[in-house]
Structures are given as C-alpha cells and as structure tokens.
C-alpha cells in the first residue's frame, strides 16, 4: 500500500476502505509517513468529506493507536462526558462532583485549552497543589474511593490524536465534522467509559458556527459511540455567547464552585444540571431524563456535589480549603473595569473574542510551549439582550502585565454590540441526538 495512492483517491473523492485508513494512522504513528502527506490527505477529506462508514473507521484506528484505560476494576456503569470546546464552559467542575453525589462513577480523562477555549485541565491546576496527571493506577482508585475523578490524558492515550492534531491545528483543517467526531470519540473510546454524554457546541465561539453542522457532527458522534457498544447521547448547546460568566483559569473554578454552593443562577448551572441528567440517564441510573433533572437538583441542594468536589481536590493532592474559601484561588490583585460606550441593548457577546481577550491576558495559549497564568480572566457582568447604560461596567478584566491589555481591550470590544433594539431570544439548548435519532426542541 502507498500513501500517496491514498492521498490521489480521496483527492478524487473516493471511498477509502478499512485497510487504507488503517494504514495511513498505524504508519503516520510510526513515524513512517511524513507530515507533508499527512496534511494533504487531511486537505483531501476536509473538502471530499467522509462517509460515516470511513468516520468510524478512522475513529476506531485511532482509538487503538496507543494505550486504552481498562475500567472494569470500579464496579457499576462508568459515565464520561465531552465537550466540543467553548468559553467559559466550566460544565465539567460542576457536573461530575452531581453525577458522582448521585452515585454513578464518573471517570474523567480530560485536555488542556485548544486555541480560543479552555481546557479543564488548565482550570484545575490553578487549585495549588492540584495534580491531574494521576497514574492509572492511582486513577482508578480516586474513582472507586471518592466517585469521581478528572485527570489529565496520559502521555500514550490515542497518540494518532496527539500528531494529527497539531497538524489540523496548523494546516486549516481543524473543523471538520469527520475530524472532529474521530478527534473526540477515538480518546472516549480509549479512555473507557461505558456510557458517554456530549455537549456539542455551536455558535461563534465553537468549532461548528451553524445548527445544522451541530446536529451532523452530533450524529457521527453518536453513532460511533453506538457502534462499538458505548451508550452515547449528544446534546447541542449555544455558544454565541461564554456559558459562565467567568472567562480564565481560577475565575471558572471560583465560578463552578459558586453554583455548586447554590450560590448563582444562569446558563452555566443549567446546562450543567441538563448533562448530569443525561449522563445519569445513559447510565441507567434513572428511568427518564425528568426524573435524572430530580435527583441531580438534589445532590446540587443536599451539598452532596459540592462534597465530592471537596473528596475530589483533596485525592488529587489539591487544597480542598478553597471550596469553603474561594480567596485561596489565585487571582490576579488589578481588576480593571470595561465600560459600555453607548446605551442600548447587548446584540451581541460573541465569545470568540471574549475568548481571545482572556488569552491575551494569558488565560490561554498562543503556542504549544507558552506557560498559562492562572490568575487572569475576564468577569462578564451582562449577557446577551440585556439593557446597559453607557459607561455601565460590561465586564472585568483581572489583569497582571500590562503588555498585551489594551489589545485584549479592543478584542473585546470589537466582540460587543449595543443596539437600539433587543436581540431575538436564542436557545440555551438546540436539541439532543441519541441513537434513535435528532430531537430538535
Ligand atoms: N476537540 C477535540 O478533542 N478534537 C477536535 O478536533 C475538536 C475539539
Ligand atoms: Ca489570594
């Protein structure tokens, strides 16, 4: 077999068969075939595309590249839920310690910040002492031991990921509904979970910008979960807009751990209460989704969620004290407010841009290599369609250097409309995929 025999029959937007996919990832792993002719196979399906046949070939090839976790040690049906990768989608801080309060093992292998969006990873680390890259092992046992634990991917988990990755990270070829599916659904498959609940995002700051791309990508999701026996169900959610109000490392932690006290309100507490519905449901726990919603809200009343997170961050070596007392966060000393500059009605909040703002302060990357600052963030004080007068406080900017801040100032402003007239409602949820097909609500 060649590759380029490969590259020139999808080029010409031909079927590839199971031996080709195959031997385009177990070669590329290898270090045989070089990235030139990788990316310009990755060129060739993002515009020939792939039939669902090669998408969950190509996940399962993947998936099998390197280690995969064996979960069976913990008794019960174990749940795993994905997100697609938004702003200020702090939902897994919030949802695994309710899920666990339910008594359904969460086990949770997780990224660092991709671009724009953050990684829970990256959150997690700014609990001093917090360490994520737990040995299986040791993973295995915070999960049997405390009913929940988030870590970070390790080292040989989906390594055909880990290459191809950075390279649709630098050749353009990063949204794509068959790369995305085969991106996530190879390291779900390979981190163990029976039972899987995605959060597809969609709108200006998610890799899918229209409903229709949401819904097509949930629906390669789901049926690759399917296919190899994982219950998997997707969610499409909005992100035209951050889901929290919190944008950066330690802001986001703050921000979970509040809605987890009961202290805020919002879309961020909603989705996350929808997911661990969900993710109850798909694991059996709950007859139907209504009666999941019940018994999630009361692990959020009872406390007991807020407790799993506290049993959480101490199993993993972190200082359970900031729960109680989120001043131990680190959080930048300047807080710099961001005033509207007219009167009117917020049109839009586009978090692509709030996004980029955040990682101007440092929040985020700009290369594979740059150190995050955990302390820095942006703090929403409005949301879509909401009335501001001008010189009203938008937003805060939790600041360290003074570099990059006034671009960050202009990024996020360019990201803010005001009109005259209120914006048209959008949903906070579009619909849900399961295997027997779309629910669009
Ligand atoms: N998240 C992933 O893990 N992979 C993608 O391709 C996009 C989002
Ligand atoms: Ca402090």
Redesign the pocket.
Same mark, same amino acid.
């Given at each position: 077999m060649r590759m380029l025999d490969i590259i020139t029959k999808k080029r010409d937007g031909k079927e590839l068969t199971r031996e080709e996919i195959g031997f385009f990832i177990k070669e590329y792993v290898a270090g045989h075939i070089p990235d030139y002719q990788a990316a310009a196979l990755l060129m060739a399906i993002y515009f020939q595309g792939m039939t669902s046949r090669e998408t969950a070939d190509l996940t399962l090839a993947m998936a099998y590249s390197g280690e995969t976790v064996d979960l069976s040690p913990i008794p019960g049906i174990k749940v795993d839920k994905h997100s697609? =990768?938004g702003v200020g989608d702090t939902t897994t801080l919030v949802v695994a310690p309710l899920v666990a309060g339910c008594g359904v093992p969460v086990a949770k292998m997780s =990224?660092r910040g *991709?671009g724009h969006t953050g990684g829970t990873i990256d959150k997690l680390e700014s609990i001093p002492g917090f360490n994520p890259f737990q040995p299986i092992d040791d993973f295995i046992r915070i999960v049997k031991e405390v009913g929940v634990a988030v870590v970070g991917q390790t080292e040989n988990l989906v390594p055909a990921d880990k290459k191809l990755?950075a390279l649709?990270d630098v050749t353009g070829t /990063?949204e794509h509904k068959s *790369?995305?599916a085969s991106? /996530?659904m190879s390291?779900k498959i390979a981190a163990g979970a029976d039972a899987i609940v995605l959060d597809v995002k969609v709108g200006s700051g998610a890799?899918m910008k229209s409903v229709e791309d949401a819904f097509e990508l949930a629906q390669e999701m789901v049926s690759v979960g399917v296919l190899v026996g994982r219950n998997t169900i997707a969610i499409v959610t909005d992100m035209n807009q951050p889901l929290g109000m919190a944008v950066g490392n330690a802001l986001e932690v703050k921000e979970a751990i509040e809605v987890l006290k009961g202290e805020r309100e919002g879309a961020l507490k909603e989705v996350s209460l929808l997911l661990g519905a969900y993710m109850l449901y798909t694991a059996g726990h709950c007859r139907t989704v209504e009666q999941g919603c019940e018994m999630i809200e009361e692990a959020l009343h009872s406390g007991r969620g807020l407790q799993k997170l506290k049993d959480m961050i101490r199993a993993e070596g972190g200082d359970e004290r900031v729960v109680d007392d989120t001043s131990l966060l680190p959080l930048a000393d300047e807080v710099i407010a961001i005033k509207a500059q007219q009167s009117g009605y917020i049109s839009s909040m586009d978090a692509y841009s709030i996004g980029q703002a955040a990682r101007l302060l440092g929040a985020g990357r700009s290369t594979k290599e740059d150190a995050i600052d955990h302390r820095v963030g942006v703090v929403l004080h409005k949301r879509l369609g909401q009335r501001v007068e001008k010189g009203e406080t938008l937003a805060e900017f939790y600041v360290t250097r003074e570099d990059n801040l006034q671009e960050a100032i202009n990024v996020f402003n360019e990201g803010i409309i005001i009109g005259d007239q209120p914006p048209q409602p959008r949903p906070l949820v579009y619909g849900v995929v399961t295997r027997d097909g779309v629910e669009r609500w």
């Open positions: 697609t =990768g =990224g *991709l990755y649709r /990063v *790369l995305i991106s /996530v390291k890799f």
